[in-house]
């Protein structure tokens, strides 16, 4: 059973990371360079800093690689680091308001259209990984602890849109179960500071048609909540234990 006493959650926005800092006492805040703003939940042994770090791979790699580096330079480095936030469900393993966790973070939009058009992942081109696999300790906890339905969490530039899509990623990805938008940038800031990485995030809408009228983003920020309401007392009696 491995401990976890100082983890960053990086949500993209901030009505996300209000509803992971609502699951518990919101003790103080936190300038980092750039103007971005940590917010620290202390349970038990435990520090959560909660951070909107943007939307996008990019944005979020960059944010999660700021707070890594002043954690690191103050003497405090995070040992967990966590992608979060609302996500598209892929049907049937995950219908509108199933949490889930990332067993394995996928780029599945990185990479080259072929001449057939067919989609190379970047793996595939030499380029490097396009993936990232999550630790199973980490895996575990988070599932056991919200009830998380396990699978490949997608990451994608632009969120899915029509049936059409939706099919084909489920066809390159059959364990996926979500897509968002975060998390590889997340996950790739992590691996370079030797940070093991995990994703939770709640369902809002599901994987195809863009229809607004089907998306359901207040119960899901209120899921948010709950699975963290859940989580935040596994990870501080874990690192009570650990003292």
């Known amino acids: 059973?491995?401990?976890?006493?100082?983890?960053?959650?990086?949500?993209?926005?901030?009505?996300e990371r209000d509803a992971v800092t609502a699951a518990?006492?919101?003790?103080?805040?936190?300038?980092?360079?750039?103007?971005?703003?940590?917010?620290?939940?202390?349970?038990?042994?435990?520090?959560?800093?909660?951070?909107?770090?943007?939307?996008?791979?990019a944005a979020a790699a960059a944010s999660t690689a700021t707070a890594l580096t002043a954690a690191a330079l103050a003497g405090e480095p995070y040992d967990l680091v966590l992608s979060t936030g609302i996500a598209g469900g892929f049907a049937p393993a995950a219908p509108l308001g199933t949490v889930v966790a990332a067993e394995t973070i996928v780029a599945a939009d990185l990479g080259a259209q072929a001449a057939?058009?067919?989609?190379?992942?970047?793996?595939?081109?030499?380029f490097g990984t396009g993936s990232h696999v999550v630790p199973e300790d980490v895996v575990r906890t988070l599932a056991d602890a919200t009830g998380a339905v396990r699978g490949d969490v997608l990451t994608v530039s632009a969120?899915?849109?029509?049936?059409?899509?939706?099919?084909?990623?489920?066809?390159?990805?059959?364990?996926a179960v979500a897509e968002g938008m975060e998390g590889f940038g997340v996950a790739g800031a992590a691996a370079a500071h030797g940070v093991p990485a995990g994703e939770l995030r709640t369902v809002s809408n599901a994987v195809g048609p863009r229809d607004r009228e089907s998306w359901r983003i207040k119960e899901a920020l209120g899921a948010l909540t709950d699975a963290f309401g859940k989580l935040i007392p596994v990870l501080a009696e874990r690192a009570e234990v650990a003292r």
Not at 1 to 15: D, E, I, N
Not at 159 to 175: D, I, Q, S
């Open 1 to 15: 059973m491995t401990s976890h006493r100082r983890a960053l959650v990086v949500a993209a926005v901030a009505v």
């Open 24 to 57: 518990g006492p919101r003790c103080e805040e936190r300038v980092l360079p750039g103007g971005l703003v940590l917010h620290r939940l202390r349970a038990g042994g435990a520090v959560l800093d909660v951070l909107a770090g943007g939307v996008g791979p």
């Open 116 to 126: 057939d058009g067919s989609f190379v992942p970047l793996a595939e081109l030499g």
């Open 159 to 175: 969120t899915t849109g029509t049936a059409a899509r939706a099919a084909e990623l489920a066809g390159r990805h059959p364990r």
